[in-house]
């Protein structure tokens, strides 16, 4: 109600109008009750009658943040599953800590130690984790190289069956991290597509140093590549210090020191280095310190790095340096190479070598020929190292069809080529049972000078065109063999060594072992463009 005095009030009109107002006044502000005193004019004044006041409205509550669903982190290789969830995500804070559980410290305390100095955070040990920390924790079910990554409540907590599951979980957060400055939020559960996912280096014909190799270790960590092969015995070079046969080695090469801080550098990183010491061919190294043992043809040939597989010396140093070098390389896998054994590369090896014919007929009678001694010479080989408990592979061009002998069963198929005369399909493998790797020349050699028509391999071709099931060439196999193919490896090879240096066969391979990464981690058409791929490359190193 409003009151408006119309003109000056004296004396009873001045005090009734007083009266009037305080008691409005009283009303409008809740206080009071009774019935109104008397106006000064003795007359009493009746007022409406009280009512309650309405209560107040309740106090609006402080709006909340809402987010929207979150999308997959871009890392290298990008993870296979992601369930999004609403929610900040992650990032380093300054109360940030990486934490492993109690139970767990001795497996995983390397892992955590590594992932808190990339964050630049502390380690805390089996500290409880608090709101904002990094937990590792084995648990779950599955391949040993498989993790779960939870963005939750404001922490992280990565999971896996194995150390090597934990370890590459702790890689996704660190690219993440690195290309965004957060991981978002929601649950990765992720594994890689193929076991065994390498690289390997010729480091026979061209001298690499160890910090060369072991960058290369740490590059290949990060992009969850698991095997690092070594070919460091070839025409040109033997390049690891020998105990039984220093005489063979080069003027530059690796010191058994230096090879196991490499090896104990890939073993931390869950990297396997994987040896070879390839024969009967490429033993030029040897036999300039053994002359003896080279192979003549009947006209008077001496074809490079080829020994005499029927004299018992060219297996006896053979095997020698296969016992030694057992010791030094205690990883899961050996590679015996056999490839380009040149007496099977000419059209009639018995005419061409009939020393090797006829110790294949004593060998293995009147039927046996020249490639059932190259055969016998693999197995016998494999027979050297097999008691160490370590998986074997050989080239495919070492493995010869329709003999009196075959190779061993267990001997896994390093598919490389379809060049060499007579090679066979991939299939013919394959449907034989054997277990393969894709080495596959058309997208995954790099050879130093580009000799015999061999280009430099491009990222973007690895990355849009091969999978794992392209083992030669560029048609896949059928899809019911890839669970026989076991993975892959890019490779190096330094046929003119002196065409690149250390620098620039790093930089010249990062794109294509990125792009080969990614393929063995997970075959399917990737989500990104290569422009974009190749952005993030560049982001998350």
């Not at 008691?23 to 009658?49: D, F, I, K, N, R």
Request: net charge positive; glycine share 10%; charged share 20%.
């Amino acid at each position: 109600m409003r009151y408006s005095i119309r003109g000056p009030l004296r004396g009873p009109a001045l005090l009734a109008a007083a009266v009037a107002l305080a008691t409005v006044t009283a009303c409008s502000s809740g206080s009071g009750g009774g019935p109104p005193a008397a106006s000064g004019t003795g007359t009493t004044a009746t007022a409406p009658a009280p009512t309650t006041a309405p209560a107040p409205p309740p106090p609006s509550p402080t709006p909340s943040r809402t987010y929207p669903l979150s999308t997959a982190p871009l890392t290298i290789p990008a993870v296979r599953s992601h369930q999004a969830a609403r929610g900040p995500g992650w990032k380093p804070g300054p109360d940030t800590g990486v934490v492993v559980a109690a139970q767990d410290e001795g497996a995983l305390a390397d892992e955590a130690r590594l992932i808190a100095g990339e964050l630049r955070v502390p380690y805390r040990g089996t500290a409880a984790a608090r709101p904002g920390d990094v937990s590792l924790a084995l648990g779950g079910q599955g391949d040993a190289e498989s993790y779960t990554l939870a963005v939750q409540g404001g922490g992280v907590r990565i999971t896996g069956p194995g150390q090597a599951g934990v370890f590459y979980g702790t890689r996704t957060l660190k690219q993440s991290v690195g290309s965004t400055g957060a991981i978002p939020e929601g649950v990765i559960t992720d594994a890689p597509a193929k076991p065994q996912r390498g690289l390997m280096v010729d480091i026979a014909r061209k001298y690499f140093s160890a910090a060369w190799i072991e960058a290369r270790v740490r590059e290949m960590a990060d992009l969850k590549l698991n095997q690092l092969g070594l070919h460091f015995s070839d025409d040109q070079g033997f390049r690891i210090a020998s105990d039984s046969h220093p005489e063979i080695v080069s003027d530059r090469h690796l010191s058994k020191a230096e090879v196991r801080r490499i090896v104990d550098l890939a073993a931390s990183l869950h990297i396997t280095v994987v040896p070879e010491i390839d024969s009967p061919g490429h033993l030029g190294a040897v036999i300039d310190a053994h002359p003896e043992l080279q192979l003549v043809s009947a006209t008077g040939r001496t074809p490079r790095g080829a020994v005499d597989i029927s004299k018992p010396a060219s297996a006896k140093i053979v095997d020698e340096l296969l016992r030694e070098y057992t010791g030094l390389f205690p990883g899961a896998y050996w590679h015996l190479g056999g490839d380009e054994y040149v007496a099977l590369m000419s059209k009639n090896p018995e005419a061409s070598y009939p020393q090797l014919a006829r110790a294949a007929t004593a060998r293995y009678g009147a039927s046996g020929r020249v490639q059932d001694l190259a055969t016998g010479w693999l197995n016998d080989r494999a027979a050297v190292v097999r008691p160490t408990g370590k998986a074997l592979r050989a080239w495919n061009d070492g493995f010869y069809p329709g003999g009196v002998t075959s190779a061993d069963k267990d001997l896994q198929v390093a598919y490389w080529t379809g060049r060499e005369i007579g090679a066979r399909q991939p299939v013919s493998y394959l449907s034989a049972g054997r277990k393969v790797l894709n080495y596959n020349d058309e997208y995954l050699y790099y050879v130093l000078g580009q000799p015999n028509d061999f280009t430099y391999p491009t990222g973007r071709r690895i990355y849009e065109q091969w999978t794992p099931l392209v083992l030669r060439g560029t048609a896949p196999v059928p899809a019911r063999y890839d669970p026989q193919i076991l993975g892959g490896s890019f490779a190096v090879w330094c046929d003119l060594a002196g065409a690149q240096t250390q620098a620039q066969v790093a930089d010249g391979i990062r794109m294509p072992l990125t792009a080969t990464a990614q393929k063995l981690w997970d075959a399917r058409r990737p989500a990104l463009t290569w422009d974009r791929f190749k952005a993030l490359a560049g982001q998350v190193r």
